[in-house]
């Protein structure tokens, strides 16, 4: 297999150094930049064209779903793995319906880390610990977002689900 290209971005500088170490001692994993904000990750990402982003959420400036969105509507062609410490449900919904390829808490053990690399660079999702491809992926968004839909709805009353413009302004939001 290709050298699996990464940019590791997280604005704390020891655990960047963890993930890097981490990622670096697996055969065939190359470490090609790293970045301390969500403005330099997008550059870097935009210029090195690395198959892996893995991505801290909470980063100065622009957050790791921003850059994650900016990637897709860009049709970069690099996977956003995205990070947090905060393995809060819904951001997990707006972390995948930005287009990252995975979600990882930052207490995941480091050989979870790298097999959710080679899943994600294999072209699959990895949510919750769980791999999907990507009718599954699109399958397990769209139930997300019903019960979210359900959540919100007034009782005794039909939800109105939004118009396809109002979705496409809300993707634009997001």
Not at 29 to 42: E, P, R
Not at 111 to 125: D, H
Request: include cysteine; hydrophobic fraction near 40%.
């Amino acid at each position: 297999m290709k050298e699996i290209t990464i940019v590791i971005v997280d604005d704390h500088p020891l655990f960047r150094q963890g993930v890097i170490n981490t990622l670096s001692l697996e055969p065939g994993f190359k470490i090609v930049g790293q970045a301390s904000n969500g403005a330099d990750a997008l550059t870097m990402i935009r210029t090195l064209h690395p198959h892996i982003a893995v991505v801290d959420i909470n980063l100065p400036g622009m957050n790791g779903q921003q850059v994650t969105h900016q990637v897709v509507q860009d049709k970069l062609s690099t996977r956003i793995l995205l990070l947090t410490a905060y393995d809060d449900h819904e951001q997990i919904i707006h972390a995948a319906w930005a287009g990252a390829a995975a979600y990882c808490a930052k207490d995941i053990d480091p050989a979870q880390l790298v097999q959710t690399v080679k899943e994600v660079v294999n072209g699959k999702f990895v949510i919750e610990n769980r791999v999907f491809d990507q009718k599954e992926v699109e399958r397990w968004l769209d139930d997300e977002m019903e019960k979210v839909r359900h959540l919100y709805s007034e009782p005794g009353s039909p939800f109105h689900p939004l118009s396809e413009r109002e979705a496409q302004v809300l993707t634009c939001v997001v």
